[in-house]
Nanobody, 126 residues
Framework: QVQLVESGGGLVQPGGSLRLSCAAF????????MAWYRQAPGKQRELVADITSGGTTTYADSVKGRFTISRDNAKNTVSLEMNSLKPEDTAVYYC????????????????????WGQGTQVTVSS
């Protein structure tokens, strides 16, 4: 019922910047918290940053001061501005929505939990 689509990944040199975007599609009524996770080769998926519907944000210590998460509730989008990128930021980045309220074909309210996008590759290398 809900589809998350990420964009904006790519190859960037150390010290450079990238902006990731994620759009949620479906007949969405509201989304609770949205987040960005990442998974590097051979490592577990980790939380990068999250943001509540009210705009409260949290960040992993490794990205504080360099990354900024933001969202547009009216457009059901979340973005991640990444600055001063380091080689250790290289990973596949995933968008997540923890609870989405949608309206189904019958007009009834439904809930979808823990939705994920397909991921977008970010590579930081010279």
């Amino acid at each position: 019922q809900v589809q998350l689509v990420e964009s904006g990944g790519g190859l960037v040199q150390p010290g450079g910047s990238l902006r990731l975007s994620c759009a949620a599609f479906g007949n969405i009524f509201s989304i609770n918290a949205m987040a960005w996770y990442r998974q590097a080769p051979g490592k577990q998926r980790e939380l990068v940053a999250d943001i509540t519907s009210g705009g409260t944000t949290t960040y992993a210590d490794s990205v504080k001061g360099r990354f900024t998460i933001s969202r547009d509730n009216a457009k059901n989008t979340v973005s991640l501005e990444m600055n001063s990128l380091k080689p250790e930021d290289t990973a596949v980045y995933y968008c997540n929505a923890d609870q989405t309220v949608y309206v189904d074909e019958m007009g009834a309210r439904g809930y979808e939990y823990d939705s994920w996008g397909q991921g977008t590759q970010v590579t930081v290398s010279s």
